[in-house]
């Protein structure tokens, strides 16, 4: 078998509470849907995204309207996981949005990268979202630490072929990526594109474990199962958020 060489991650219910998303971000970007939309509506990027939620629209739904109903359906429709991506961008630089990491995520990432392990992340909010939450974090800025981020754009999260299609970008051969994710499905389709997996099972998340797919507790668990290296031992008197 294959030496690890690349991790895949998952965000939420992987890396992150699933409340963080559910509870702080989601009502977020709700909150101040109607307010952004009035200050950027103009704007290409925002414009483009309202022009696609208009085009998925139900009939006689105006695009303010299909968004909010995408937010309550929690859809992973494109524009909305955009436009969400550009209102948590302000919530994080104004200091009200920290992206939460459970404690054991950061150690770890930066292990694998000190190792020389490219890490990379593919989750259904869109990739400045993706940015934001890992450059704004709890644990300091990681995003450097990333050298891919991916979203719906390359594909659905559980179908083979974005693994694929994902594989092909970084040049390596699927058995060498390693995907991790809380959801059996999107773990199922990884599979099936060749990569390795591993399911994160949190207690409080509340993940049902699947069998079909070995399983970790946390992070360094994983690194236990795939031999990747452990962190660091703390170091007394380290600032939180800095490599160690």
């Known amino acids: 078998m294959a030496a690890i060489s690349a991790v895949l991650t998952d965000i939420e219910g992987t890396t992150t509470a699933i409340s963080f998303v559910k509870e ?29 939620a208009r085009r998925l629209a139900e009939p006689g739904e105006d695009a303010p309207a299909a968004l909010r109903r995408w937010m309550d359906e929690d859809a992973k429709v494109t524009p909305l996981k955009t436009l969400q991506g550009l209102i948590w961008r302000q919530g994080y630089l104004d200091g009200r949005l920290r992206g939460h990491l459970w404690p054991d995520v950061a150690p770890c990432l930066r292990a694998w990268a000190r190792a020389g392990i490219g890490l990379h992340v593919y989750s259904s909010g869109s990739v400045a979202a993706q940015k934001l939450l890992f450059g704004h974090s709890e644990a300091g800025d990681l995003a450097g630490l990333f050298g891919g981020f991916f979203d719906t754009h390359i594909g659905g ?54 069998p079909r797919h070995r399983q970790a507790a946390d992070f360094p668990a994983v690194a236990a199962q795939f031999g990747l290296p452990l962190p660091r031992p703390a170091v007394e008197g380290a600032v939180p958020g800095t490599a160690a």
């Open 157 to 210: 999260k559980r179908e083979a072929a974005s693994y694929a299609a994902i594989g092909r970008g970084l040049h390596l051969p699927p058995e060498s990526i390693l995907f991790l994710s809380d959801i059996a499905e999107e773990l199922d389709a990884a599979a099936a594109a060749g990569l390795r997996t591993c399911q994160l099972v949190r207690a409080a998340d509340g993940t049902a474990p699947c």
């Open 24 to 52: 702080a971000l989601f009502p977020y970007a709700r909150a101040a849907l109607e307010e952004f939309l009035a200050a950027h509506g103009d704007e290409p990027e925002v414009a483009a995204c309202l022009a696609e």
